[in-house]
């Protein structure tokens, strides 16, 4: 391909990259401005004018995806001679093809298992290895390892930090990181980090070997440069020698990874360190329409550095901003819009749903298996296919056997056996997220015993059970289902993010100037994943009743109301406040999802059709065994006691009740009012 092939395409500012073939250079490239096009074009056009001889250039990222996406372009731009890969695949090349020229034996075996060597350095220590406590801890570790923070130092930098593992103080984690490296002294392996150290090491001791990796690679071009660690920014300076032809490319406001040792200042401060350096910004977004570019920037408005990006899409629909009346309410909501948004043309697979941590999946989990709507989990397993989750479920199913305890109370006892209190544990991690989970699956148990006040804990365990079944995308087409930093590179056309409410985002953990900064940007990681349709939403409760929160400080001065949620494509309208809050027999406040959805308190004296009823559940389990899904799929009993007491006669009035959405009308509504008309 010869040159100007290469550039036919580029718009101005990517052409300046392609073109800027003496380093250093900097690119600060926002979110969808194709930076990875300019990254691939610059090295291209360089070996076709002859700048770059195609194997002396090494292009570096973070992770196998990225890396193979590089690898296909350069071939594609016909220069695949140029080694793509990551810090880790190419100091493993490197270590292992000259540590026995330095050190007369073979490179120590990488240990994949890390999880056993962690192990037995909490054993050494005293401490039970439990599935949780090993991840945190391997988490910690590798955290400090990436700092260049020995073991010795690790107490003292850590307090400084903020560093915290769940139940460990700073003294004790330093220990088992000593008693760590010793394990894996006295086995003769090294870990995944031990990769960057030991190749680190062997060029800084042997003049000869880095003599000869330099003479090999005189060009580098980094990739999400704003993730460097301390350790992979020495072994970049280490590989370079005194060169300058470097070329970084990232994006500040995308920096969502510190905790795991990523550091930002090497790209906001690279100026400083290379005064000669071209800085170049890429603005255009070519991903997102002027409506998502604008909110973009809005919530990055004066915090921190960061591009502005301007939109280069046709106009679309305004971003959706609203506040729920509780976390179910929400969920319910987010099923209509994504139910809507299929219904006008939109395939499930471009659709997603984004979070801040997995345990606020299960009523999300709960509303799109109940509105028919395939999704699959993204960065994580199911609610119901976690571990602990399992754990739990199998000792209810245990206790069901000898316990007359209400199912909410003997869901409870069973969750604090294995480890659960009411109050969250310190610090995050595995721990914190176990908890989570564990939580999130007793407010289960508590709503479905207020949905169903004389079930028995063997109901309970067969909803359970029946939701696990129902609640996964075999296909692999759904709605996409992940946290905001799994979903870091990648796009889709309509996302929601829900649970934009304070306490979640920013995380409740999240209480320094720095957490709450790196908090607004994975938020604004999240906001740049769509292209098209956007919809953030938070609820002012958990469960409809209680403290109510606020919406997150991150839209400040851009929520307007708190239950603002015109524009929605699809869903059905909620009812009035005064009939869905007060019963309509005593007019007293309702307190849980069920008493809302049939308009009256469970004690308060009920107008329903007992025949009407009973039609209705007859009705049900043909209409689900028919299509081979829990009766719940088709109309939870809630939602059939509404209908059976307020024997609605039009659409529009069966579209007033809670659980009758558009797509439910359209599927059921002609059986509804046909059964209600026998009745009548």
């Known amino acids: 391909m010869n040159?100007?092939?290469?550039?036919?395409g580029l718009d101005p500012e990517q052409r300046q990259v392609a073109t800027t073939l003496e380093g250093p250079v900097v690119v600060l490239a926002g979110a969808g401005t194709g930076k990875t096009r300019a990254m691939t074009h610059r090295i291209a056009h360089g070996v076709a004018v002859g700048a770059f001889a195609p194997n002396s250039v090494l292009a570096l990222t973070f992770t196998t995806r990225a890396a193979g996406e590089l690898r296909g372009r350069l071939r594609r731009l016909g220069v695949p001679a140029v080694a793509a890969r990551t810090f880790h695949s190419a100091a493993l090349r490197q270590a292992q093809y000259f540590w026995p020229r330095a050190y007369g034996s073979e490179l120590?075996?990488?240990?994949?298992a890390r999880a056993g060597l962690v192990a037995a350095a909490l054993r050494r220590q005293r401490l039970n290895p439990d599935t949780?406590?090993?991840?945190?801890?391997?988490?910690?570790?590798?955290?400090?390892?990436?700092?260049?923070?020995p073991p010795a130092d690790y107490a003292g930098l850590a307090a400084t930090r903020g560093r915290s593992v769940a139940g460990l103080g700073h003294d004790e984690v330093g220990r088992v990181f000593a008693h760590y490296e010793a394990v894996k002294a006295a086995r003769g392996v090294i870990d995944f980090d031990d990769i960057l150290l030991c190749t680190a090491g062997l060029l800084a001791d042997h003049a000869d070997v880095a003599g000869e990796v330099r003479r090999t690679y005189r060009h580098f071009v980094v990739d999400e440069y704003q993730d460097v660690s301390p350790l992979q920014q020495a072994l970049l300076d280490l590989w370079r020698g005194d060169s300058e032809e470097l070329c970084v490319v990232g994006d500040p406001a995308q920096t969502i990874h510190t905790f795991a040792g990523a550091q930002a200042s090497f790209l906001t401060g690279f100026h400083r360190r290379h005064p000669a350096a071209t800085r170049i910004e890429l603005v255009r977004d070519y991903r997102s329409t002027p409506q998502v570019v604008g909110l973009a920037n809005k919530v990055m408005s004066?915090?921190?550095?960061?591009?502005?990006?301007?939109?280069?899409?046709?106009?679309?629909?305004?971003?959706?901003?609203?506040?729920?009346?509780?976390?179910a309410d929400e969920s319910g909501e987010v099923a209509a819009w994504l139910t809507g948004l299929h219904a006008a043309g939109t395939p499930w697979q471009e659709m997603a749903v984004l979070y801040r941590i997995h345990a606020m999946s299960p009523p999300l989990e709960a509303a799109l298996a109940d509105g028919g709507i395939p999704f699959v989990t993204r960065g994580s397993e199911g609610f119901f296919e976690r571990a602990e989750v399992r754990a739990a479920l199998r000792a209810l199913a245990a206790a069901a056997r000898?316990?007359?305890?209400?199912?909410?109370d003997a869901l409870r006892t069973v969750l604090a056996g294995l480890g659960w209190?009411?109050?969250?544990?310190?610090?995050?991690?595995?721990?914190?997220?176990?908890w989570e989970s564990w939580d999130a699956l007793a407010g289960l148990g508590a709503e479905f015993a207020e949905d169903n006040p004389d079930a028995k804990t063997t109901d309970l365990i067969e909803e359970l059970d029946a939701r696990a079944r129902a609640q996964h995308s075999p296909d692999g087409q759904g709605v996409t289902l992940s946290t905001l930093h799994a979903a870091k590179g990648l796009e889709w056309?309509?996302?929601?993010?829900?649970?934009?409410?304070?306490?979640?985002?920013?995380?409740?953990?999240?209480?320094?100037a720095d957490d709450i900064a790196e908090e607004r940007r994975l938020f604004y990681v999240g906001v740049t994943r769509a292209r098209e349709h956007l919809r953030i939403s938070g609820s002012t409760t958990r469960k409809g009743v209680g403290q109510r929160r606020s919406p997150t400080r991150f839209l400040a001065g851009l929520v307007t109301t708190p239950s603002a949620s015109a524009g929605a494509p699809g869903p059905r309208k909620r009812r009035a406040s005064a009939q869905s809050r007060t019963c309509r027999v005593c007019a007293r406040p309702l307190a849980t999802g069920a008493e809302r959805k049939l308009g009256r308190h469970s004690t308060c004296a009920s107008d329903l059709d007992e025949a009407l009823w009973e039609e209705l559940r007859a009705w049900r389990k043909a209409e689900a065994d028919a299509a081979s899904v829990p009766a719940f799929v088709v109309f939870t009993d809630a939602t059939l006691l509404a209908v059976a007491e307020q024997k609605p006669t039009t659409r529009s009035a069966l579209r007033g009740i809670a659980g009758i959405g558009e797509s439910k009308l359209a599927q059921y509504g002609d059986a509804l009012l046909a059964a209600v008309a026998r009745h009548t």
């Open 3 to 8: 040159p100007d092939e290469i550039l036919d």
């Open 493 to 512: 056309d309509a996302v929601a993010i829900v649970g934009a409410h304070e306490g979640a985002l920013p995380f409740v953990l999240a209480t320094s």
């Open 421 to 434: 209190t009411p109050e969250p544990p310190s610090g995050q991690g595995a721990v914190r997220e176990r």
């Open 132 to 149: 949780a406590l090993l991840r945190d801890v391997a988490g910690e570790i590798s955290w400090a390892k990436v700092s260049n923070v």
């Open 108 to 112: 120590p075996q990488v240990e994949s």
């Open 402 to 408: 000898t316990t007359d305890d209400p199912p909410a």
């Open 302 to 327: 004066g915090h921190g550095p960061r591009v502005d990006l301007r939109a280069q899409r046709a106009p679309g629909p305004e971003p959706i901003l609203t506040m729920a009346a509780s976390e």
